[in-house]
Each structure stands twice: as structure tokens, then as C-alpha cells.
DNA sequence: AAGAATGATTTCTC
DNA sequence: GAGAAATCATTCTT
């Protein structure tokens, strides 16, 4: 344990000197000689008792701060060219929207990238060996994750002004649909809906720019659609709840009149009659005695045809199909179509433990259309899932309805009318998710406009639109960048660790402290000095951000991260005769939290 | 024409 | 600042 704390020592020492000469040399590289260049980092290691071959690269290291870091951003050309292609199609007004929303973008991603990359500069050259190519192989990662971050925002930008709908085939929709962008399509619909079901009825930060690009609606149109979504859904829950209590109060015996409707003893006229009685429905006389008119017709012709006994009796017994008018039918829930009303009514009783166990099982290939068919199997073993249910009265607790929902793993249908708009089939089944990593930049897909559509794109340009929406994107963009897209970036993940470590040899007390103490637990490492305000741990597969100091952590998760990230930074120089490579510790994402696996939950750790 | 659906906005709360 | 709830405005369905 000496040398742990020997080696903090001597990693400070360097620490502070290499920031001091860093900051010079980001000012005026001339100040620094190349003797001088060559041989610092090799002394720096040396004086501490290291050897110094294992400072290779030393020219390169520099070359790079003077180089790389200079170079423009890829996007540069890509830049330059879409100001020329948007310059010949759309009104000044638009125009130069458009550029500045670009321009921004731009600059900051280029802004951005730089200080990245001064960023992992920095804390590479800190280590005790470099390695030129992986150094460059780095630089490169941030260079294209940039590029792709720009182009993915242009990508927007033109989506937002109607660039793609300037197309020949859909002149007459593309004003209507850039400037007001009424109803979404059916595909967006699609795409919304089957997550709002699938996967998440309340999407993160990066789920929604996920949606947001493969729809090409704004993030804040995204998280209307779910408001509203959410909303909705809620409140048919509310409908169906309201329902259910009524149909449950009502002075009948439900479950003996299904069970006799299965064995036959009760005719499904029978139920109807009852159900119309319970109810006080609305009796739909006319229309029922136009129809049995009508198939009284039929069955005699039948029967004079061909008198054939059993055809007659078929052809009678759809006489008797209950039919209530529209009216009727939204009043009796439980028969109503839309109607994971039937699970509810298992959950209510169930709750009220009058009725114990067995109720139809809604099925989810097949629209339920009579009585016998809705009820006709049962529901599995509800005792598994009572257990983690709420007691709560259901009646007016919606919470307590989610939770039990939740539970019961209740499906949201579509209802007859969504069913119909959405062109594909609603797909149940969970969708894989696409993994959507293009190793080339986005923008080489950002098709380019021939003449024509050009010509026709100044036709059709919009006129009135608002471009705070460019401008929210700008600034959704930023807010992604931090939280979203740098933790994201592979490259980003490998060194980000990096800043931390060494900050915390800012509290070496600290350190001390819990050298001397065996109990003492790293709670009170103060965090607040993590350069980049984020933390940044990752394992073989569990890779969790922390954005802001501990904020997403227990203190006592943070304290393990702590810990293992300092035991691990110490392991950074080679200890003794050991020669220790550089991919050991940067081409391998197990870098700083190897061992945290049975310490820390990873599924309750936000990511 | 009435009513449902739905994207968007406003207001409020936590 | 995010989300829920209420509401508005417009479009679609019946």
C-alpha cells in the first residue's frame, strides 16, 4: 500500500507539470524547443524511477498538438457545399435561415470537436506510454463523430424547411406539410405507436432522437405525439374503468350467467335479453324486428326450397344474434371490441375477492364477437399475478390501475379507426431494434437535388415558416451533445474515464485517509472537480454516465466507482519489471470498473 | 352537420 | 424542466 501512495504522489507531480506545459503550448508551440519536446515527457517518467523507452513517440505527440488539432472539421467541404446547393432554391428569408441554423451547427460541432480532441490530448500524452497510431486512430473517432453529429443535424434542418418534400411527386401535400404539419403519416404512426407499445410509453432523451430520425419529426413533436398519447390512453382507461364498475355493479350474477352461456343453458338471446335489462339499454326494436322480418324470409325460402332440417335451424339460429345499436353497445363495456375491458373486470374482482380466479382471456389474434367467444376460455392463473398487485380500490385510483395494467402486461390495442389509418397491420411482436451504425459519415446519404427539383423546390418554397424550430433543434442539438451523443461515441468512452482518475489525486488527503483507515469508505471524495462533469465507467458490456457529479448514483455506488477507478489508474504504470502495453489499458473498454460487476446493480443504474 | 380524432399549446405541479 | 391535464384548432368520419 506504499506504493499506492507513492504513486499518487508521483502522478500528481506530473499531472500538474504536464497541465502547465499543455496550456503553454495550446497558447504559442513556439515557446516550447524541440529538445525540449523530445526529451520532457521521457525525463518526467524517468525522475520518478521509470523507464523512459517506455515513452515512445514523443515527436508525434507534439506534431499532433500542433496539427491535428488545427485541422477543420471534416464537415468543412460538405458545409461550403450545401450553402451553394440552398443558396440556388429557396427564398432569402429561408435562405438565410437555413444558413445560420447551419452555420451554428457548424461552428459548434467544430468547436466541439476540437476541445475533444485537445481533451484526449491531453490526458493521452499523460500516460506513461504513447502509442502514435492509436493516438491518430482517436483523433480520427472524433473527427467522425462529429461529421456524422453535423450531418445528421443538416439532415434535420432540411427536413425542417421541407428540403425533401421539394420533390416532384408530392407537390400538391409539401407546403401544407412543412408549414403545417397536420396529421403524421400512417408510417410515422406506425413507427410512434408500436414503440408507445412495444417498448416505451415515456421515451428517453436519446430514444426520442432516435424516433425523431427515423420519422423526421422534431423532438418536440415527439413528445407531443407521447403526451398526447400517454394522455389519451389514460383517460380511455378512465372510460373503461367507469364502465367496468358500473357493468360490475349491476344486481347480476355475471359469472354464473357466462358459465350457463358456455354450457348452453343460457342462449346468447338469452344474455342479450339480460344485458339489456341490467343496463335499462335503449331497446333497439326497430332494428331488430326489420331484421328477424328479413331472415324470417329467408328461413321460409329455405324451407321451401330445401327443406332440410339442420340448414333451416343454422340459417334460424343467426336470427337470433344479439344486436344492440351503436349506442347501445358503447354502454355495455365488457361486449364492446375494444376490450382489454375483459382482464380489467378479472383484476376487479379479484381485488374485491368475491370471484376468484378464472375469466376470459382476451385474445389477442381475434376481435371477440360474441358473448361465448369473449368468454369462451379463461385467464391464466391470476394468483401469480395477485400477489404483486395493489390492494388499492381500483375504482378511482388510477395509479393503482397502471400498476395492475403493468402487471397484467395488458396490451394497448388500437381501436378500429387507428387500426384502419395505420397501413401495416399493428405488429405485436417486439421489433428488434435496429442498430444503426454507419461506419461512413451520414451526410454521403443526404441525397443531392438535381436541376429540376430544384426548379420545382423554388416553386413550392414556404412561405411562412417558423423558424424557432430551427432554432430549437440548434439547441436540442446542443443539450444532446452533452448528454447524449459524446457518451455515446465509442471513442469518447475510451479516455473520458481519463479526467477523472486524475482528478481525483486532487484529494489525495482522501486517499490517505482511507489508507489509514481500514472502514473508510470513499463517500466523501468530493466529485465536484471531475473535468468534464460527467463520469464515465465502463465495463465488458455495462457502460453508466454519470452527468453530473453523483447525482445518478447512490453515494455508495459512487464511493465503489471511486475506488475502483483509482486502484485501476495506479495499475497505469508499470509496476516493477512489468511491461504493461498500451492496448492492455486503451484499446480495451474494461479500462476503469473490471471488477465492479457483483458490487454494483447495473440494472438500476440510469444509462 | 355532429362528433371523434389528433397535433399543438397553455397552465399547473412536482 | 418534465410531464400531466385541460384546452384549442383543425381535420377526418359517420
Not at 270 to 287: N, V
Amino acid at each position: 500500500m506504499d506504493s499506492f501512495k507513492e504513486k499518487a504522489l508521483i502522478l500528481d507531480d506530473i499531472r500538474s507539470k504536464l497541465t502547465k506545459l499543455s496550456s503553454k503550448f495550446q497558447n504559442n508551440s513556439n515557446l516550447i524547443s524541440t529538445d525540449f519536446r523530445t526529451s520532457f515527457r521521457q525525463q518526467l517518467f524517468a525522475d520518478h524511477g521509470y523507464d523512459p523507452s517506455i515513452c515512445d513517440d514523443e515527436n508525434s505527440f507534439f506534431n499532433l498538438f500542433e496539427c491535428q488539432l488545427d485541422n477543420e472539421l471534416t464537415t468543412e467541404t460538405i458545409h461550403q457545399d450545401e450553402i451553394l446547393k440552398i443558396d440556388e432554391c429557396f427564398d432569402e428569408d429561408v435562405k438565410t435561415k437555413y444558413l445560420d441554423a447551419v452555420n451554428s451547427a457548424h461552428n459548434f460541432c467544430l468547436q466541439n470537436c476540437r476541445d475533444q480532441k485537445r481533451a484526449a490530448l491531453r490526458d493521452i500524452f499523460m500516460l506513461p506510454s504513447g502509442n502514435k497510431d492509436y493516438v491518430i486512430k482517436t483523433l480520427d473517432q472524433i473527427d467522425s463523430s462529429f461529421t456524422d453529429m453535423f450531418s445528421n443535424m443538416v439532415e434535420q434542418f432540411r427536413v425542417t424547411i421541407g428540403f425533401y418534400n421539394s420533390n416532384i411527386n408530392s407537390i400538391n401535400n409539401s407546403i401544407s406539410a412543412c408549414i403545417n404539419q397536420t396529421r403524421f403519416n400512417d408510417e410515422i404512426k406506425q413507427i410512434l405507436e408500436s414503440y408507445f407499445c412495444e417498448i416505451s410509453d415515456r421515451p428517453k432523451h436519446c430514444e426520442k432522437l432516435e424516433l425523431s430520425k427515423s420519422t423526421g419529426l422534431t423532438i418536440r413533436q415527439i413528445e407531443t405525439w407521447f403526451n398526447n398519447r400517454r394522455n389519451r390512453a389514460e383517460r380511455d382507461n378512465e372510460k373503461l374503468e367507469r364502465l367496468t364498475t358500473e357493468f360490475l355493479d349491476k344486481n347480476v350474477d355475471w359469472e354464473d350467467k357466462f358459465t350457463s352461456a358456455r354450457s348452453g343453458k343460457l342462449t346468447e338471446n338469452d344474455m342479450r335479453t339480460i344485458i339489456i335489462e341490467a343496463f335499462d339499454l335503449p331497446c333497439i326494436d326497430s332494428i331488430e324486428e326489420e331484421e328477424e322480418e328479413e331472415l324470417l324470409v329467408i328461413g321460409e325460402e329455405i324451407e321451401t326450397t330445401s327443406p332440410n332440417e339442420s340448414s333451416f335451424i343454422k340459417k334460424k339460429s343467426t336470427k337470433t344474434r344479439g344486436r344492440l345499436t351503436k349506442e347501445a353497445r358503447k354502454k355495455v363495456a365488457p361486449y364492446n371490441k375494444s376490450t382489454p375491458m375483459t382482464e380489467k373486470i378479472a383484476m376487479m374482482r379479484m381485488n374485491k375477492n368475491d370471484i376468484p380466479t378464472s375469466i376470459s382471456q382476451y385474445e389477442d389474434s381475434q376481435e371477440p364477437t360474441s358473448v361465448v367467444q369473449l368468454y369462451g376460455n379463461e385467464l391464466p392463473a391470476m394468483s401469480n399475478i395477485s400477489q404483486q398487485t395493489t390492494t388499492t380500490d381500483l375504482s378511482n385510483n388510477s395509479v393503482a390501475t397502471t400498476t395492475n395494467l403493468t402487471t397484467l402486461k395488458i396490451r394497448h390495442r388500437p381501436n378500429k379507426n387507428l387500426a384502419k389509418t395505420i397501413s401495416q397491420p399493428y405488429n405485436r411482436t417486439r421489433q428488434n431494434k435496429q442498430v444503426v451504425k454507419d461506419k461512413e459519415p451520414i451526410i454521403s446519404k443526404i441525397p443531392s437535388m438535381d436541376e429540376e427539383q430544384f426548379q420545382v423546390a423554388e416553386e413550392i418554397q414556404p412561405q411562412n415558416l417558423d423558424f424557432t424550430r430551427v432554432n430549437d433543434l440548434i439547441r436540442q442539438f446542443s443539450d444532446v451533445v452533452e448528454f447524449d451523443q459524446l457518451n455515446d461515441i465509442s471513442t469518447v468512452n475510451n479516455y473520458s474515464t481519463l479526467p477523472f482518475g486524475f482528478e481525483q489525486y486532487d484529494s489525495l488527503s482522501t486517499v490517505e485517509q482511507s489508507l489509514n483507515d481500514p472502514d473508510f469508505t470513499f463517500n466523501t471524495v468530493t466529485m465536484s472537480n471531475i473535468s468534464d462533469s460527467y463520469l464515465d465507467c465502463t465495463s465488458n458490456t455495462n457502460n453508466f454516465v454519470s452527468t453530473n457529479t453523483s447525482q445518478n448514483f447512490s453515494s455508495e455506488q459512487a464511493s465503489i466507482v471511486d475506488v475502483i477507478n483509482q486502484y485501476n489508474l495506479f495499475d497505469l504504470l508499470p509496476d516493477n519489471d512489468t511491461n504493461i502495453t498500451q492496448q492492455t489499458y486503451f484499446d480495451n473498454n474494461n479500462f476503469a470498473v473490471d471488477s465492479l460487476d457483483e458490487n454494483i446493480d447495473f440494472n438500476n443504474v440510469e444509462s
